[in-house]
């Protein structure tokens, strides 16, 4: 899988904490708010002057919207420093075991 190849190279610490389907939440959210600060500046014409109200709006969003969406525990890690990286994991069978104990993958079938 492609999550086990990404395990085998140096790579960011949540990756490996935090479920992908989560990530793909956060990503999308993030996008998102960036096509609307984006659409805001190009079509809003007179009204792009309230660029700096949605960026301003990013610390409330933060801190009080996303813990609801989010569990406190990803959003920590996916807050983390983008220097913080994990060492790579050289086994395929011990990456799947890591991902497994985190929840990041379910539990093989026995």
């Known amino acids: 899988?492609?999550?086990?190849?990404?395990?085998?190279?140096?790579?960011a610490?949540?990756?490996q904490?935090?479920?992908?389907r989560v990530v793909v939440r956060f990503t999308l959210l993030q996008l998102v708010y960036l096509?609307?600060?984006?659409?805001?500046?190009?079509?809003?014409?007179v009204a792009g002057v309230a660029f700096p109200l949605p960026i301003m709006a990013l610390v409330p969003v933060r801190q009080y919207l996303l813990p609801r969406v989010f569990k406190k525990q990803h959003l920590a890690q996916l807050d983390a420093a983008s220097y913080e990286e994990a060492p790579p994991i050289l086994d395929k069978i011990?990456?799947?075991?890591e991902l497994v104990a985190v929840g990041a993958l379910?539990?093989?079938p026995t």
């Open 106 to 108: 379910p539990d093989p």
């Open 13 to 15: 610490a949540y990756l």
């Open 1 to 11: 899988k492609k999550r086990l190849a990404v395990m085998q190279q140096q790579h």
């Open 17 to 20: 904490l935090v479920p992908y």
């Open 35 to 45: 096509l609307g600060v984006w659409a805001l500046t190009t079509w809003a014409g």
């Open 94 to 97: 011990q990456a799947e075991q």
